[in-house]
């Protein structure tokens, strides 16, 4: 009996000894989680439900996906569907049909009340609020009339589903780590990337034509978290700590009311980079060659080394008669490097990958850009070689709109697929051919103008030459290797050229001109500062639908002396291509945009750059440039209309040849010698 009470006595020691441990390691966890936790939401973590506050050694939200989207097909095989796709497909674009359905692209509002006019080609888009509807010219809407294609038991579905987002991941190339969110969906798990944004400060300067650059510390900035949500159309909340008033006022006024989502398209930009200092990267690059040195000897690349040389000593060019010296940096260099391009350049398309993600061309529409070039570089006989023994570059024959209609899951909002399929693909060829693993990809080229390109061909393509739309240095763009693409607005795939042209200097009577959807966070303040405040400057929001509208939008541009270019959800914009087309000085307003051909054209001489937070001034800034000035610049943009022009049968600098001397041009100062 007094054996049995010392064994009672020993285990109540024992066991108060291991609650005191176990007690004692929960408050340890507790402290631990307080420190890293934003708030101190410390015992919340140790709570199924509970809402938890990301954060990490970079402050970026980051949480690992825990699961993935499942492919819509296999990517590397084709099935008897692909056939009938096809012969549908290649009526549609000879037919030159439009093609349009809502798509999901980095913001919060799906297309409603599409309405399609079928003569002219154009499109027109409701804002879902009431019954304005606009001009389509921006990629507002980028799946022009697939109803065409699918059928009107999916355009029914198109119209009846509901909006969805999809979060960009501007920062990753700077971070080098994937930013994934997961959100609670009906009780499953999917997975978006979002980035954190420093707003508070970025966003009162654009009221302002100061910029400063303040660094806000991490109880500041704009914290994720992880909230419940009963549909595919809530989503995840950002909270703006209460003890500053300054950040919730300027993110509400960018985003709209505060419980909706800030994305890093709503968001201005953390860094700017100016013109000049893109002029110093690509010059700093250009004494550098940043390729990939070549793992084995190429006659080829001798050949390049060889072109360098030559480009490199080009003789001074005086009155050439081609060529208007004004629109280029150095025309002398740009007219020896098109003529050895011309001579010498020999690209390998290669034949793998099934339609319609490959070989198949979209000729009209917002991304028509990436369309154009693959049906004339894949008919080309002057540059394809049909032996990839003889290429110099190796062209990768994809597009990146036909990827996201065919393999994106809808309101899955993970583009992960995509992603995989491209590194699919680069790994299936570098397996089949000894080409791609010789240099690691760098003399292989893409040419991408949807938004996601970017992310689709981070990483797995990072060495290749991109051409892309989305020339967004914060987005993981290199200058000086990449080729920043012209977005394009096809609108007749027959006649790319319709409508080219625009009234005379002394008949366009409007100071400035824009119109168009209020698409991410710098529209809504042009037309702040600038809707129906000036009768010189013709600022508007969407404009009212009918075919009287579309022609007075082209009529607006045709007549006016600037057409203001702000940027939309990203920092690319067709209005760009499209004053140059009516022949009117373009006004970039887009903090991190590369011009087109940024590494050959000198857009000082043909429009006007300014900063985003220089809206407030930008009258003043237009009035200041004088007459003669002005005329020079309008010389200039009809000079330089012939390189920003599709023909159906190439002609010499024209936009096609431009797009390729670009890519050769940037190969020719990347290559490294064995």
């Known amino acids: 009996m007094e054996s049995l009470s010392q064994f009672v006595k020993l285990f109540h020691v024992q066991t108060r000894r291991w609650l005191f441990v176990v007690g004692l390691l929960a408050v340890t966890h507790l402290l631990f989680q307080s420190l890293l936790l934003p708030y101190g939401k410390a015992l919340q973590s140790l709570l199924p439900d509970a809402e938890l506050p990301i954060h990490d050694e970079s402050s970026q939200p980051t949480l690992k996906t825990l699961t ?72 507002e809407v980028d799946d022009e009339d697939v109803e065409d294609l699918i059928g009107s038991s999916a355009l029914d579905s198109a119209k009846n589903r509901e909006n969805s987002s999809i979060l960009e991941l501007a920062s990753e190339a700077r971070h080098g780590l994937p930013l994934e969110q997961i959100v609670k969906l009906n009780r499953e798990v999917s997975t978006a990337n979002t980035q954190e944004q420093h707003t508070s400060q970025t966003a009162k300067n654009l009221e302002g034509p100061k910029t400063v650059s303040t660094t806000l510390t991490p109880f500041e900035n704009i914290t994720f978290l992880i909230t419940k949500v009963s549909n595919a159309s809530s989503f995840v909340s950002s909270v703006v700590p209460p003890s500053n008033p300054v950040t919730s006022k300027n993110v509400s006024a960018l985003t709209g009311s505060p419980g909706k989502k800030k994305m890093r398209c709503l968001l201005p930009p953390k860094t700017v980079t100016s013109v000049n200092e893109m002029d110093h990267i690509l010059m700093q690059r250009r004494r550098s060659s940043r390729a990939m040195r070549p793992r084995w000897s190429s006659i080829r690349d001798q050949e390049v080394l060889a072109a360098r040389a030559e480009i490199e000593k080009a003789p001074i060019a005086v009155n050439d008669r081609e060529l208007y010296a004004p629109l280029f940096r150095n025309v002398s260099r740009f007219k020896r490097s098109y003529e050895l391009m011309d001579r010498t350049l020999k690209v390998y398309v290669y034949r793998d990958g099934n339609k319609p993600i490959f070989h198949q061309p979209i000729l009209k529409g917002l991304y028509a850009s990436e369309g154009w070039f693959m049906k004339l570089m894949e008919g080309n006989k002057h540059f394809v070689v049909k032996d990839p023994q003889k290429a110099h570059l190796f062209y990768m024959p994809f597009s990146s709109r036909m990827l996201e209609y065919t393999l994106y899951v809808r309101n899955s909002h993970n583009r992960t697929n995509l992603r995989q399929y491209l590194k699919d693909y680069s790994e299936k060829i570098a397996a089949k051919y000894p080409y791609w693993n010789r240099t690691g990809g760098a003399d292989h080229l893409l040419v991408a103008c949807h938004d996601w390109a970017p992310y689709e061909t981070r990483h797995h393509m990072e060495h290749c030459i991109k051409a892309l739309c989305n020339a967004d240095v914060t987005a993981g763009f290199k200058i000086g290797r990449d080729v920043s693409l012209p977005e394009t607005y096809v609108r007749a795939a027959r006649n790319p050229l319709r409508d080219l042209g625009g ?24 037309l702040k500062h600038w809707k129906d405040k000036d009768p010189d400057m013709k600022i508007f929001g969407p404009m009212p639908p009918g075919v009287a509208s579309k022609m007075n939008y082209i009529q607006h541009m045709k007549s006016s002396k600037y057409c203001i270019c702000p ?20 006004v970039i307003v887009s903090d991190n945009f590369v011009p087109p051909f940024f590494e050959v054209l000198d857009w000082g001489a043909f429009s006007v750059i300014i900063a985003e937070s220089e809206i407030p001034n930008l009258k003043n800034i237009l009035l200041s440039i004088s007459k003669e000035k002005y005329l020079q610049m309008q010389l200039a943009v009809r000079k330089v209309q012939r390189h920003f022009l599709w023909h159906a049968k190439p002609e010499k600098y024209d936009l096609f040849h431009m797009t390729l001397h670009s890519i050769w041009y940037n190969r020719v100062y990347q290559i490294k010698p064995r």
């Open 567 to 586: 940027k939309g959800y990203e920092v690319n914009s067709p209005r760009v291509v499209e004053a140059i087309f009516y022949e009117c000085v373009p």
């Open 68 to 139: 993935k989207s499942a492919m819509v097909r296999n990517p590397l095989t084709v099935n008897a569907s692909d056939e009938t796709n096809d012969s549908v497909f290649r009526e549609f674009v000879e037919d030159g049909d439009n093609y349009n359905l809502d798509r999901e692209i980095g913001h919060d509002s799906g297309l409603k009340g599409i309405v399609r006019d079928l003569n002219d080609g154009f499109v027109f888009e409701g804002n879902g609020q009431d019954s304005s509807i606009e001009l389509v010219t921006d990629r």
């Open 503 to 526: 009234k005379p200097p002394s008949r366009r009577r409007n100071l400035a001109f824009y119109a168009g959807n209020m698409h991410g966070y710098l529209r809504p303040i042009l």
